[in-house]
C-alpha cells in the first residue's frame, strides 16, 4: 500500500524544497480563488460567457511576454531574489483588485486591466519558484517532488474555487479577494527565508538575445517542445473554466456556488490522484504516459458536455444527478491532467541542462497558464455559438483528435525513455 502513496521524501530530505512548497502551496489557494472570484465577478456584471472569456485574453497577453523574458531574467539573477521581487509585485495586484471590489466600483475595465497586471507577476513568478526545484532537491527525487508540487497546485484549486465560490456567495467579492492577499503575505515569508540561489554553470545576460536563444533551442530539443505542444492541444482547445458560471446559473443551477464546486471538482481529482502518485516514479516511459493521459483529458471533457446536454436547471442542484455527474466527469478529466503534468515537469526538468532551465520554465508557464486562459476565450466564444453544452463535447473531441495527430507527427516522442533523457 505504501508504495501507492504519494512518495514524500522531497519534504523530509529538504527543508528548503519544504519551505518552498508550503509556500507555494497558500499562494495556489488565494490565487485560485481569486481567479474564480474575478470570473463571477465579471459574469455578475455582464451576464456574458464571451466576457469571462475575456479575462482569459487579458491575462494571456502579458503571460506571453513576461513569460518569456521572466525565463530569461531567472537564468541571469540570483532565482530568489526574482521570486522575492515577483511575490510582490502579485501581493500589489491583490491589494488592488481587493480595494476595488470593497469599493464596489463596477468597472469590468478596471478589473481586467489589474488581472493583467497580476499575470504579468505571475508570468515572472512562476518559471522562478519551478527552476529552484531541481536545485533543492536529488535528479532522483524529480518525479516524486513534481508530484508533490502538482499536488501543492491542485490543492489550490481544489480549495480556491471552493472557497471563492463559497465567499462570493455568502459574503461577497471583497472578503473573498482578501483572503487571497492573506495567503500571498504568508507565501512571501516563506520565501524570504531560503538561501540565495544563483544559477548553475553561469549566468546568462537578460534580454531579447537570451529569450531568443532559449526558443531556437526548442527547434532541436524535441521532446521538451512536444510536451509544450501537447499541453497546449488539451487546454487551448478543451478548458472548460470559462463554462462554469453559465453552468451554474443556467443548465444546472446553483449559481456561484455550483460554479465553485465544478471548478473544484478538476482540481479533487488531480489531488487523489496525486495522493496515489507513488507508482508514477517507476514509469520510464515518459512520453506514452503524456499522450495517454491528455488522450483522457479530452475525452473526459466529451463526457462533461454530454451530461450538460442531458441538463435541465434546479431549485436544488444538490439532489440532481446532472451535477454530480459533471462533477465525476471533470474529475477525472483532473486526475489526468495530474499524471499529465508530473511526467511534462519531469520531461523538461531532467533533459534540460540547468543552464537553459529559466527560460525553458518561462515558455513552459506561456503554456501550462497562458494556454488556460486562451483556452477560456475560445471555450466562451464557442459557448455563445454553440452553447456550454456543445463546446465542451466539441473542444474534448479536438482534443482528442490533435494528441493522435501529433503523435503521428513526431512517433519518437512515444519512445522517451527517461533513463536515457534526451531533450
Known amino acids: 500500500m505504501s508504495a501507492l502513496l504519494l512518495d514524500t521524501a522531497p519534504l523530509r530530505s529538504s527543508p528548503e524544497y519544504r519551505r518552498l512548497w508550503i509556500g507555494l502551496t497558500l499562494a495556489g489557494v488565494g490565487s485560485q480563488l481569486g481567479v474564480t472570484a474575478v470570473a463571477l465577478q465579471v459574469y455578475d456584471l455582464t ?163 537570451s529569450v531568443l ?86 475525452a473526459s471533457i466529451v463526457v462533461f458536455g454530454l451530461v450538460l446536454l442531458l441538463a435541465a436547471p434546479s431549485a436544488s442542484p444538490w439532489t440532481s444527478w446532472h451535477l454530480w455527474a459533471a462533477c465525476a466527469a471533470l474529475a477525472a478529466a483532473g486526475a489526468a491532467d495530474a499524471v499529465s503534468s508530473v511526467f511534462r515537469q519531469t520531461v523538461l526538468q531532467s533533459a534540460a541542462p540547468d543552464w537553459a532551465r529559466g527560460r525553458l520554465q518561462g515558455v513552459f508557464i506561456v503554456v501550462v497558464a497562458g494556454g488556460p486562459r486562451l483556452g477560456d476565450l475560445v471555450a466562451g466564444a464557442d459557448a455563445d455559438a454553440l452553447g456550454e453544452a456543445l463546446a465542451a463535447v466539441v473542444g474534448g473531441l479536438a482534443c482528442v483528435l490533435a494528441v493522435v495527430v501529433l503523435m503521428t507527427w513526431q512517433r519518437t516522442f512515444l519512445q522517451y525513455d527517461s533513463r536515457k533523457p534526451v531533450p
Open 213 to 298: 536563444e532559449g526558443l531556437r533551442l526548442l527547434r532541436g530539443w524535441r521532446n521538451v517542445r512536444m510536451t509544450f505542444l501537447i499541453d497546449l492541444a488539451a487546454m487551448v482547445l478543451s478548458q472548460p473554466r470559462a463554462l462554469f458560471p453559465a453552468v451554474g446559473a443556467v443548465l444546472i443551477g446553483g449559481g456561484a456556488t455550483t460554479a465553485g464546486v465544478l471548478a473544484s471538482s478538476v482540481a479533487v481529482g488531480s489531488v487523489l490522484a496525486s495522493l496515489v502518485s507513488g507508482p508514477l516514479g517507476r514509469v520510464h516511459r515518459h512520453g506514452v504516459a503524456i499522450a495517454v493521459s491528455v488522450a483522457a483529458w479530452g
Open 47 to 209: 451576464r456574458s460567457s464571451l466576457a469571462v472569456g475575456m479575462v482569459g485574453l487579458v491575462s494571456f497577453v502579458p503571460l506571453v511576454v513576461l513569460g518569456l523574458y521572466g525565463g530569461a531574467l531567472v537564468d541571469a539573477y540570483d532565482r530568489r531574489r526574482v521570486v522575492v521581487l515577483s511575490s510582490g509585485a502579485l501581493l500589489v495586484a491583490s491589494v488592488l483588485i481587493a480595494a476595488q471590489a470593497w469599493l464596489d466600483i463596477g468597472s469590468v475595465g478596471l478589473l481586467l486591466g489589474l488581472v493583467a497586471l497580476q499575470s504579468a507577476a505571475f508570468a515572472v513568478n512562476s518559471p522562478a519558484r519551478t527552476a529552484i526545484v531541481p536545485m533543492l532537491v536529488p535528479v532522483e527525487q524529480l518525479p516524486a517532488a513534481n508530484a508533490l508540487s502538482t499536488l501543492s497546485m491542485n490543492l489550490g484549486v481544489t480549495v480556491g474555487p471552493l472557497l471563492g465560490g463559497l465567499l462570493v456567495g455568502t459574503v461577497g467579492f471583497g472578503p473573498a479577494y482578501t483572503i487571497d492577499v492573506v495567503t500571498l503575505l504568508v507565501a512571501l515569508a516563506t520565501v524570504l527565508s531560503l538561501p540565495p540561489l544563483p544559477p548553475l554553470g553561469g549566468a546568462r545576460k537578460a534580454g531579447l538575445a
